[in-house]
């Protein structure tokens, strides 16, 4: 069993930078993939970063120069860098973890507002 929980998002103004932060309980993070997803009302949830078990990653178009994800598996934890802010990343932001080799469990965070207002 994973248990996910972020923090870190708020209110930025657009060209801001936040640092998203999602930390897994347990002993399997390190052997799963983990993903930033976000979600607006009314649309569907969509992946923006994804970082695998060795370090790979790769990002939704949208989001490619701006974002970066990373993890630190001694603490448990993946972030998601977001520089040069626009009102049109507005979202919840959802941590996830949806492949290990040893699990078969997918896990969801609770969700952080992120707001890109002026």
């Known amino acids: 069993q994973v248990q996910l929980v972020e923090s870190g998002g708020g209110l930025v103004q657009p060209g801001g930078s936040l640092r998203l932060s999602c930390v897994a309980s347990?002993?399997?993070?390190?052997?799963?993939?983990m993903n930033w997803y976000r979600q607006v009302p009314g649309k569907q949830r969509e992946r923006v970063a994804r970082?695998?078990?060795?370090?790979?990653?790769d990002y939704a178009d949208s989001v490619k120069g701006r974002f970066t994800i990373s993890r630190d598996n001694a603490a448990n934890t993946v972030y998601l860098q977001m520089n040069s802010l626009k009102p049109e990343d507005t979202a919840v932001y959802y941590c996830?973890?949806?492949?290990?080799?040893?699990?078969?469990?997918?896990?969801w965070g609770q969700g952080t507002q992120v707001t890109v207002s002026s």
């Open positions: 996830n973890a949806d492949y290990s080799p040893i699990s078969s469990g997918v896990y």
């Open positions: 347990g002993t399997l993070f390190s052997t799963y993939r």
């Open positions: 970082i695998t078990r060795s370090g790979s990653v």
